[in-house]
């Protein structure tokens, strides 16, 4: 059978389970195995004359004996078709007494796989019709990828493979860092490696709620424990979406995950209470040790791991300083030579959150680690030794007056990011050096849209992220406009089943949550992506958009949450 080990099954055995996982990978990388790629199969089992040596041969041959129980165990869906899983199976075939050379070996499975992927019918070449799918190109390119590691004794670990690098699939991805080539020796644990059968991979997750903390009169971190146990891997400064039930319905909002991924054990965010916030003021209230829920993650672009340098300014205000608490955390355990100024504005003393913990990271990392507790106001009765100061150039020129030379991260609420971008800007950084976090308020057209439904003197409070402030209701003083009936359109959720009339002005995610349709989303801004779905026919809208690609939008990607329908008809694979 596919799945039995080295010890118990044939060098031919090994090479045939390869082959037959090497071409279900491709094959059906989009889950459309075809006719015409079973019948290329069968036509190089029956003409084995294209392939010399006895590796492929034996192999051929021990594939055509159990072509029946392999296709059997595809249809139960007992093997494996993941990156990790041909990593294990290539590393087993190089691993036999018996084996050619690695580099036979290696060769021999290229011509395979070139074999398998010619198209030999003069009809479809003619027209063009010969190049693989997307999905299956991406596959080829993986398998390609991993063909071309260097050292055989990589691939006989049992693909294991870094923990932040795994897919909602099991397949390896490459960081940003190393697809750029940078220097990942500055984060000197950077390589080290989970089995990818114990590791929190992107999708739901049951966790269990096993500590509250409080760090401030206004702050707790709730830690959380994957009720399967898992370690949780995911990149310092990543978010994962909660979902909560919460006044009769599912709620879901993101948080950016305050713990280190250096600790896997657990995970952990922190949360301000928000005046008049549904999710901040629900977690406060009721979130306890033994709540049991799902979380979905990791996600979020936003993370020194892709972005290594010698030198970093981390500048963050209010409950921005959870993404850079977790990144360091992980530049401290990890034992990082990186030199950091950080720079953290608060309101007053009473705000500052994880102060304690700041002393101990000052401790670890000694002259590498020069940090700014800044509050804006110091009120009657506080003691304070240090500045008081609001964001500024001077700040930045007295903290930092290398700023030039470093990485920039900053997170906080939208106007603070925005400050601190401009002031950057003005004094020539270098942006592209730049990074800030994607969470936000809504675009102004989602809280026009949303006021437009409202009475005519108080608009609709726009929902705010996690990370940003209350945004306060905007009072009209202007005459109400004259009342329109917008157009009615049809929006299809495929996956789901589920058709559903709308206005032309609805939000396609607003939509989905009031019909129970589980999408995953973040920052509702239209910032991060997480609501990413494909549209398969009809036109849909997006104002301020800044999380697709051009390649995308040409394969018809729309984002949920500020996708507004604009033909009768929309049909989503959601």
Not at 244 to 252: C, F, S, W
Not at 384 to 410: C, K, Q, T
């Amino acid at each position: 059978m596919p799945n039995q080990t080295a010890n118990s099954t044939s060098p031919a055995e090994n090479t045939a389970n390869l082959l037959f996982s090497l071409f279900v990978f491709i094959a059906d990388a989009d889950e459309g195995l075809s006719a015409r790629e079973v019948q290329r199969l069968n036509q190089m089992l029956d003409d084995t004359g294209w392939c010399t040596g006895n590796f492929m041969q034996g192999g051929l041959e021990n594939l055509r004996e159990r072509y029946a129980d392999l296709w059997k165990d595809y249809q139960k869906k007992t093997i494996l078709r993941d990156l990790p899983t041909l990593a294990e199976k290539l590393g087993t075939v190089l691993g036999q007494p018996t084996a050619p050379p690695a580099g036979e070996v290696v060769t021999a499975l290229r011509e395979f796989l070139d074999h398998l992927s010619r198209n030999t019918s003069p009809t479809l070449v003619r027209l063009g019709l010969v190049a693989l799918s997307p999905a299956k190109q991406k596959a080829r390119q993986d398998v390609d990828s991993l063909l071309a590691q260097p050292l055989a004794d990589r691939l006989v670990q049992a693909a294991t493979v870094m923990p932040s690098l795994v897919n909602e699939a099991g397949q390896i991805l490459p960081s940003q860092a190393e697809a750029c080539g940078a220097d990942l020796s500055i984060w000197p644990a950077a390589t080290l490696a989970y089995s990818p059968d114990l590791t929190w991979k992107r999708g739901r997750t049951a966790v269990r709620c096993v500590a509250v903390i409080p760090e401030t009169h206004d702050v707790k971190t709730f830690v959380f424990q994957a009720i399967k146990p898992v370690l949780f891997a995911y990149k310092p400064g990543q978010f994962a979406t909660l979902e909560l039930p919460i006044e009769g319905k599912t709620i879901r909002r993101s948080y950016t995950i305050s713990s280190s991924p250096s600790r896997p054990h657990t995970l952990s965010i922190t949360v301000k209470r928000v005046p008049g916030g549904l999710v901040s003021n629900w977690l406060h209230d009721n979130m306890q040790a033994g709540f049991e829920f799902n979380l979905s993650g990791p996600n979020g672009d936003f993370t020194c791991f892709d972005a290594p340098a010698q030198k970093l300014l981390l500048i963050a205000a209010g409950s921005g300083i959870t993404p850079v608490m977790s990144m360091l955390r992980w530049i401290v355990d990890t034992s990082s030579s990186a030199n950091i100024v950080f720079l953290n504005n608060i309101r007053t003393p009473a705000d500052v959150i994880f102060g304690r913990e700041f002393e101990y990271l000052g401790m670890r990392m000694g002259a590498n680690l020069k940090m700014g507790i800044i509050p804006g106001s110091v009120e009657p009765g506080q003691s304070w030794n240090g500045p008081v100061a609001h964001f500024s150039e001077h700040l930045v020129r007295l903290w930092a007056p290398d700023f030039i030379e470093r990485e920039v991260f900053v997170c906080g609420p939208p106007g603070y990011m925005d400050c601190v971008r401009s002031t950057l800007e003005r004094i020539g950084y270098p942006m592209h050096h730049y990074h800030q976090e994607s969470f936000g308020a809504p675009p102004a057209q989602r809280a026009a849209h949303s006021a437009s439904s409202a009475p005519a003197a108080v608009a609709a409070k726009p929902e705010v992220a996690p990370l940003a402030p209350p945004a306060a209701p905007v009072v009209s003083t202007l005459p109400a406009a004259p009342a329109t009936t917008p157009e009615k359109v049809e929006i299809v959720f495929s996956r789901s089943s589920k058709t559903i009339y709308a206005s032309t002005g609805d939000f396609i995610l607003d939509l989905a949550d009031e019909h129970d349709i589980k999408l995953e989303s973040s920052c509702r801004a239209g910032n991060c992506g997480t609501c990413k779905i494909r549209k398969t026919e009809g036109d849909v809208e997006m104002d301020g958009q800044q999380a697709l690609s051009e390649t995308d939008i040409l394969e018809g990607y729309v984002l949920a949450c500020i996708g507004r329908a604009c033909s009768k008809r929309v049909v989503l694979e959601a």
